[in-house]
């Protein structure tokens, strides 16, 4: 949780822009740009599908919670760790929002991708191993990985 609410502000700390729409003689309209808009919505929609994803995965466990089962339903038709990929959409959607401009942020954005790459590929050797009728999906990105 620490990660997450102090990624923000430190983040935040090393824009100029920001800097100077504290400064009352600058509008917050002259320093937003159309990508700024485009990463609030894509940061949005795939926060709903990552939450609509865990949803998916908390009701396999119901009614027996020894019992594995293989997810379906919304991006796990694709790939087998949709929620993974939402993750990545969303570290992206900040990095549109932070104007494709703070380079301490590209170093995070990359960093997530190359864990969360990793554990997907292991979900996916994972289903494989347990799973004779795994359906054909991607580990994580549709159509490429």
């Known amino acids: 949780v620490f990660f997450y609410t102090a990624l923000g502000p430190a983040v935040l700390s090393h824009l100029s822009k920001f800097h100077s729409a ?3 003689s600058v509008s917050l309209e002259s320093i937003l ?4 808009m485009l990463g609030v919505i894509a940061f949005l929609w795939a926060s709903w599908h990552q939450n609509k994803c865990h949803k998916i995965l908390a009701n396999l466990r119901k009614p027996n919670k020894d019992v594995h089962k293989i997810p379906y339903g919304d991006w796990f038709e694709y790939v087998s760790s949709p929620h993974l990929l939402a993750e990545v959409i969303i570290y992206f959607a900040l990095f549109m929002v ?3 401009s703070n380079y301490h942020f590209i170093l995070v954005v990359v960093s997530t991708i190359v864990c969360l790459l990793l554990s997907a590929r292991q979900t996916h050797e994972w289903y494989l191993k347990h799973f004779d009728n795994y359906p054909k ?4 990105f ?4």
């Not at 740009?33 to 700024?36: A, D, L, S």
């Not at 549709?142 to 990985?145: A, G, K, N």
């Open 137 to 140: 999906r991607y580990v994580m």
């Open 142 to 145: 549709p159509w490429i990985y």
């Open 98 to 100: 932070f104007g494709f």
């Open 22 to 24: 504290c400064d009352s």
């Open 33 to 36: 740009n159309w990508y700024h």
